[in-house]
């Protein structure tokens, strides 16, 4: 018997960003999934929620730099006397970016602790609780009961679940809501003007989301995340696939059913020095979400677009383009080499396609959080064959900040 094969669904946001199902099948590696045999359906990543240190500067700032378009907004205005929170976006991704305005705000005290660093992965799903339930019963630590949230808009149910660290999963049901964002929000939008040949989008969707965990806790958030949420294993990188002479770290890979939502996960090996892993845990204080890899359909002018912008990314030697392995290993990509070269950006190959990819440096005062610029051309990997390079890289930046 032919398996039954299961068409892609667009979310709102993808559609109202103009994008079709072949578009997500080439920008995250999207797949035909039922939902109906999973028991914890989810649709899609709904947002990235930062607590930062001044939001009113860092959503000028995705605006500005980025690209993004402001969309949403909370705070004293709207009667949230404590914070202010601005939502941003660019094509179906969301960030939502939060800091503390009264003295005694539970965000300062995240922040204290912190620095600036995601708080929420958000998910849509379908049926919060049913999510609930099943996680409860997969021993998962449930943070908000299922609730219902409305508006002149409409009603959101909602509900949350703890994950590594102080990290937690919100889950969203806004098929009865139309509003700009959530009840407590109003529309807003970017008075940011673009220069002549600024691109629509610098990016159109969250390819994955990176969480670093402690030593040795690496396959127990990939257990949790198999067991409670019905996530797929992607992906292993161990031993030497991930390792220079100095540092180590191991890494696994688990998505949703229909991989719109991909976590790798990383934990520190024992090495000679830190790696990139430790420093991240000692200076975020603990677990948390080390960067966010941004799809784009146009790597190449997204990045002369941010690097005009002030963006700092990850320098790469000439030696990694000059090495003929690379161009046998690679083949023939949409550019030539040179172009990547010029512009530092990293290329690989596997058995379904190939990659290109690019990393910034740290986007706060702490070396925690930073982003990854992604074009995905048939892989569905992650860069296996630019890891080396990369965290000689990153161990350079840390040798520079005396982490090393």
């Known amino acids: 018997m032919t398996p039954q094969t299961h068409a892609l669904e667009l979310t709102p946001e993808e559609r109202e960003a103009g994008l079709d199902a072949e578009q997500l099948r080439r920008l995250v590696g999207l797949v035909e999934h039922d939902p109906a045999t999973d028991p914890f359906p989810v649709i899609a990543q ?75 992965l958000a998910l849509e799903v379908p049926d919060v609780d049913k999510c609930i339930a099943h996680a409860r019963a997969q021993g998962a630590v449930v943070l908000e009961e299922p609730n219902d949230v409305s508006d002149e808009h409409g009603t959101v149910r909602r509900a949350a679940i703890a994950t590594y660290g102080e990290t937690r999963h919100t889950l969203i049901d806004r098929s009865r809501y139309h509003g700009p964002y959530l009840p407590g929000f109003v529309a807003a939008e970017t008075r940011v003007t673009r220069p002549a040949g600024h691109p629509k989008r610098l990016f159109q969707a969250l390819d994955h989301a990176v969480g670093n965990v402690e030593l040795g806790k690496m396959d127990e958030w990939v257990g949790f995340y198999n067991r409670v949420m019905g996530f797929v294993n992607m992906a292993e990188f161990v031993g030497d696939d991930i390792a220079t002479e100095y540092s180590a770290l191991m890494s696994k890979v688990v998505a949703s059913g229909n991989h719109r939502v991909k976590f790798p996960l990383n934990e520190p090996a024992i090495a000679k020095k830190k790696s990139q892993i430790d420093e991240y845990l000692e200076f975020y204080g603990g677990p948390g979400c080390q960067h966010l890899a941004l799809a784009t359909n146009d790597i190449l002018s997204t990045v002369d677009v941010l690097r005009a912008n002030g963006v700092e990314f990850l320098s790469t030697p000439d030696s990694y383009y000059d090495d003929p392995e690379l161009r046998a290993r690679i083949g023939k990509v949409r550019v030539e080499v040179e172009e990547l070269k010029k512009r530092g950006i990293l290329v690989d190959r596997d058995e379904d396609g190939y990659l290109l990819q690019i990393f910034t440096k740290p986007q706060g005062d702490r070396p925690t959080v930073f982003f990854e610029f992604i074009e995905r051309h048939g892989s569905l990997g992650f860069g296996k064959g630019n890891f080396k390079a990369l965290f000689e890289s990153l161990e350079r930046e840390q040798d520079r900040r005396g982490n090393l």
């Open 46 to 120: 709904d947002a990235v929620i930062f607590v930062v240190g001044n939001a009113t500067q860092t959503a000028q700032f995705y605006q500005v730099v980025f690209g993004m378009e402001l969309v949403a907004y909370s705070g004293p205005e709207t009667g949230r006397r404590d914070r202010k929170a601005y939502v941003l976006r660019s094509g179906s991704c969301r960030f939502v970016v939060k800091g503390g305005v009264s003295p005694d705000s539970p965000l300062l005290d995240h922040h204290r602790r912190h620095g600036d660093g995601v708080v929420d």
